[in-house]
């Protein structure tokens, strides 16, 4: 059959490569870029193996033909490695032991990827129905979804929260207070809502211990009483209070934060904020009266809405 010259996506790199019409992008990939990772375990597209990423979502390469690819960006288990090193989520599927053989390990890992990239907080049944095109024949599934579930755990923290750990100095007295700004009551009772079914929460009115009321009676109590919400981070906590429904403002004590296990915890909660509100979170430090502006431009760090993290000017000169 003649072959055509088709430019290929793959990795981030272009590839101009003369292939047949009818080759399948499973071949063309091992066979003439060779990319290996994705693997050929059946003959009826039902085992998952050679599952590579298409524009960002999940596909099995045996079911496209490379050629209806074109323009399109193809992501293998040789582009999720980072700098050269294992990804967290193939670091934590490697250490706890989610393989045997690993024939079907780049299938489940790139599928994996393509449920967090579209839904980065999975339940137990998103995952099970995300991997349900994914077969292994070596391991028992109870022990493959321990792995998967640590993975994602990783792969929700990534390099990001590395890199916090890293920066992060427990005697830094730095870490003081995460900010949302631009907020509005809509985004108060998603928090409250997301804050209650994740962490131990607890009310007070009046520093009184109270039950947690609705969002619309602790609005209504605003101008009556101080309310604060505590979050418990495991063995300490942040707190909040609902003064403002122009901004969401919550205290973290830097005496608390002496660990960097703990900045790791301050940080899953600031992340899972931007994430669920999608909205910028910042790091900036206890400054009474500063306006939203200059609160911004005092930012240690930000964490944009897709968990990106990037360093503000004081936290370079705090930090390093
Ligand atoms: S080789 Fe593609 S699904 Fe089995
Ligand atoms: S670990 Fe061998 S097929 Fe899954």
Redesign the pocket.
Known sequence: MRKELVELRVNGRTHEIAIEPNALLLDVLRQDLQLTGCKR?CDDSSCG?CTVLVDGVAMMACTRLAVSCEGEEITTIEGVSQHGSLAAIQKAYGDWG????????PG?VMTVKSLLAENPDPSEGDIRAALSSN?????GYNQ?YEAIRAAIAAEQEGPVISEWKRIFKPDSRSLLDIWVFDANPADWRTLLDWLSKKYRVSYFEDQAPASLPSFDAIWKRQQAATQLLRIDLGGFTANTHFLSCQEIEINVMPEDVDSRGKAGSVFNLAMGIARLLQKDVFFAPEHAGASAAELKAMAFCTIDSAGRLSLGKPSREIFR
């Open positions: 375990g193996a989610g393989a045997q053989c690993g024939y079907c390990t489940f077969l292994c024949r070596c391991t493959m």
